[in-house]
């Protein structure tokens, strides 16, 4: 575990808590802000709902797991006006997410799994939303934690991580399940 640790460490994060998987909350609030579309993601992203199944799945799949880890980033944003700005930090959070999930598995984490932060932009435009039956990066993709029905804010807040919503910061959460 220490080397896994050292291994997220060395990445540019924020913060980093590991959790038990008890701390993790689910609420169903959560997916139907997705339902509602508050992002404009719905049914347009192959990571995002109705795609990536129901929350009553993910809760039976998160009983697999035991820990995992909460990872932030956080960036200044130049120019709010810009929400383009805002998703530069989300792309970084995957790739970095990405990368600490293959480590894990080197480390002999065979389940570990990455949620990251936002809606997958791994594609320019997603398949899902070109009306194509399958994701050009399955092995990539990932969906975030609120697309599984996870309250990122209450989740944070339950393990001591401070979310503050400021106009020309942005933070990103995402997490690796061990």
């Known amino acids: 575990m220490n080397d896994l640790k050292t291994y997220i460490k060395s990445h540019p994060i924020y913060e980093l808590k590991e959790i038990n998987i008890d701390d993790v909350i689910i ?69 970095i997410l990405l990368d600490i999930e293959n480590k894990a598995k080197e480390l002999g984490y065979d389940k570990a799994y990455a949620l990251i932060g936002g809606n997958c932009k791994l594609c320019k435009v997603c398949n899902a939303r070109l009306g194509k039956d399958i994701c050009n990066d399955p092995k990539r993709a990932r969906p ?32 690796l399940l061990i």
């Open 27 to 95: 609420a169903q609030k959560v997916r139907d802000a997705c339902i509602r579309n508050k992002c404009g993601q719905y049914g347009k992203n192959f990571m995002c709902p109705p795609y990536v199944g129901e929350i009553e799945d993910f809760s039976k799949k998160l009983k697999e797991y035991k820990r995992g880890f909460l990872i932030t980033i956080q960036d200044c944003i130049k120019e709010p006006s810009v929400m383009e700005d805002f998703y530069v930090s989300a792309s970084k959070l995957h790739h």
């Open 144 to 175: 975030s934690l609120e697309a599984v029905g996870i309250s990122v804010i209450d989740t944070c807040k339950k393990v001591g991580i401070s979310i503050e919503f400021k106009k020309n910061e942005v933070v990103w959460v995402g997490m």
